[in-house]
């Protein structure tokens, strides 16, 4: 599965959650509401995704970017990033 990396170290994904008012409760409340499996993304894991220091997280699964962007109302590519292609993984 792919791993999306978050932009400027989350600061795009904090600066959405202010313009809207939202704590990192509201975000992960917000995922189950458009998540049609209605499970959303756990508080612990909005808290690394959209965190700063040692433990926030860099990267996140594809399912947990587009949840929390939806959430979010904006698009995807505004907060996350496809990692790069490695020629370690690409057949020659």
Known sequence: MTDLIRKAKGQPLRDAMERSRL???DLAAKTKAVDVRGRGVSLGTVIKV???GETAAETCRLRTAWLIATALGE???EHFDMPSV????VER
């Open 23 to 25: 704590t990192q409760a």
């Open 86 to 89: 490695s020629t370690d993984t």
């Open 75 to 77: 698009p995807l590519q």
């Open 50 to 52: 959209t965190g700063r």
